[in-house]
């Protein structure tokens, strides 16, 4: 078992949904109110983008939509 699920009880897997979607936006915004080049706030999106997927693969979401502006 991975670390992510166990730390789930068994009422939060219990309740865990089978479909999640996830809109990505702001990257840009968020790099340019720390003064960082735009593309390294899609950078640490696509770093956030990795975890969602791999989390989700290990909690059991079974369909994962993420949309990217």
Same mark, same amino acid.
């Given at each position: 078992?991975?670390?992510?699920?166990?730390? /789930?009880? *068994?009422?939060?897997?219990?309740?865990?949904?089978? @479909?999640?979607? %996830?809109?990505?936006?702001?990257?840009?915004?968020?790099?340019?109110? $720390? @003064?960082?080049?735009? %593309?390294?706030? @899609?950078?640490?999106? *696509?770093?956030?983008?990795? /975890?969602?997927? $791999?989390?989700?693969?290990? %909690?059991?979401?079974?369909? /994962?939509? #993420?949309?990217? #502006?």
């Amino acid at each position: 078992m991975s670390a992510p699920t166990q730390h /789930l009880s *068994a009422e939060a897997k219990a309740n865990l949904p089978q @479909h999640v979607a %996830v809109i990505m936006d702001g990257n840009g915004r968020w790099a340019r109110e $720390r @003064h960082l080049p735009r %593309v390294e706030g @899609h950078r640490r999106g *696509a770093e956030s983008a990795k /975890l969602i997927i $791999r989390t989700a693969g290990e %909690v059991g979401i079974t369909y /994962l939509n #993420l949309y990217a #502006l």
